[in-house]
């Protein structure tokens, strides 16, 4: 089910408040300028190159924001499902993968027209995290076989398998995070750091920043969150410079064009980005 937001008058703000917690079932409430209090946890989320944010929560629903924090669209499962990764980068299309599932789904950017695929369908592999590429490629990561799989959706066959055994320590190890960027494949692994492949997959190099869950870019730069301190990175040079956040339980942050939007387990915050080094 497809909800379409508006953005209310500020001397309305209770009323839309309550609007937006009738539609979504007591979960959004968006209490400040700059701030969005949800009462399930945030599960993904995604930035698309126009700006759009794209939150998804425990029961599977899925919100989409402008910059200034404006909800836009809603899509509301008939089935409850958890999100496990969100990709809007892909040009105009949304991808949402459903570890417990194994499935996913696209969306077109408004939120509608979503088609669901089973991985059964695309051979017999067990996706722990899966992504997708800017071919529409599938990314597979499997736990099991500690491989990655490039999967060709429409032959249902992989067309790479990359063996994980010598990059990754078979024996600790936590991959949370699985994104393509400008060609690049990015392994985000909670104990040990970030895993760069080409898009043939082949290794290129590691950065060791522990404890960061995910990987998010913005003009050729790759944004790290590690507790409360962001790192920043050069992808194409060796520049990296680190700054503290305020304080809190962060899960990952989104890069917009003018602020940083802090992901918190319920809630997401919109900065300023902090004077760097």
Same mark, same amino acid.
């Given at each position: 089910?497809?909800?379409?937001?508006?953005?209310?008058?500020?001397?309305?703000?209770? *009323?839309?408040?309550?609007?937006?917690?009738?539609?979504?079932?007591?979960?959004?409430? !968006?209490? *400040?300028? %700059?701030?969005?209090?949800?009462?399930?946890?945030?599960?993904?989320?995604?930035?698309?190159? $126009? %700006?759009? &944010?794209?939150?998804?929560?425990?029961?599977?629903? &899925? &919100?989409? /924001? $402008?910059?200034?924090?404006?909800?836009? @669209?809603?899509?509301?499962?008939?089935?409850?499902?958890?999100?496990?990764?969100?990709?809007?980068?892909?040009?105009?299309?949304?991808?949402?993968? /459903?570890?417990?599932?194994?499935?996913?789904?696209?969306? %077109?950017?408004?939120?509608?027209?979503?088609?669901?695929?089973?991985?059964?369908?695309?051979?017999?592999?067990? $996706?722990?995290?899966?992504?997708?590429?800017?071919?529409?490629? @599938?990314?597979?990561?499997?736990?099991?076989?500690?491989?990655?799989?490039?999967?060709?959706?429409?032959? =249902?066959?992989?067309?790479?398998? &990359?063996? @994980?055994?010598?990059?990754?320590?078979?024996?600790?190890?936590?991959?949370?995070?699985?994104?393509? /960027?400008?060609?690049?494949?990015?392994?985000?692994?909670?104990?040990?750091?970030?895993?760069?492949?080409?898009?043939?997959?082949?290794? @290129?190099?590691?950065?060791?920043?522990?404890?960061?869950?995910?990987?998010?870019?913005?003009?050729?730069?790759?944004?790290?969150? $590690?507790?409360? *301190?962001?790192?920043?990175?050069?992808?194409?040079?060796?520049?990296? =410079?680190?700054?503290?956040?305020?304080?809190?339980?962060? !899960?990952?942050?989104?890069?917009?064009?003018?602020?940083?939007?802090?992901?918190?387990?319920?809630?997401?915050?919109?900065?300023?980005?902090?004077?760097?080094?």
């Amino acid at each position: 089910m497809l909800f379409m937001m508006g953005k209310p008058a500020v001397s309305k703000i209770l *009323q839309a408040s309550l609007l937006v917690i009738a539609l979504f079932g007591s979960q959004t409430v !968006q209490s *400040q300028p %700059d701030t969005l209090r949800f009462s399930t946890p945030i599960t993904a989320f995604s930035l698309s190159p $126009a %700006d759009d &944010i794209y939150l998804a929560l425990a029961d599977g629903t &899925i &919100i989409k /924001y $402008a910059a200034n924090l404006d909800s836009l @669209l809603a899509y509301s499962p008939q089935r409850t499902g958890r999100v496990t990764l969100l990709e809007a980068w892909h040009g105009f299309k949304v991808f949402a993968f /459903y570890n417990d599932f194994q499935a996913y789904t696209i969306f %077109d950017r408004f939120l509608s027209r979503p088609v669901k695929y089973q991985l059964g369908e695309t051979g017999n592999y067990y $996706a722990d995290m899966c992504t997708i590429g800017q071919d529409q490629q @599938l990314w597979i990561y499997e736990e099991t076989g500690l491989r990655l799989l490039k999967i060709n959706p429409a032959y =249902r066959e992989a067309e790479l398998e &990359i063996p @994980l055994e010598f990059i990754l320590d078979p024996k600790a190890h936590r991959i949370s995070y699985l994104k393509e /960027y400008q060609n690049l494949l990015f392994l985000v692994d909670q104990q040990n750091g970030v895993y760069f492949f080409d898009n043939m997959g082949n290794y @290129l190099r590691q950065i060791k920043v522990p404890g960061a869950v995910n990987c998010q870019f913005r003009k050729g730069n790759l944004y790290l969150l $590690a507790g409360d *301190q962001l790192h920043i990175f050069e992808l194409y040079g060796t520049k990296h =410079r680190t700054v503290y956040l305020p304080a809190g339980h962060w !899960q990952g942050l989104l890069p917009l064009q003018q602020k940083i939007l802090l992901i918190g387990k319920q809630m997401a915050v919109s900065i300023p980005y902090p004077a760097t080094p």
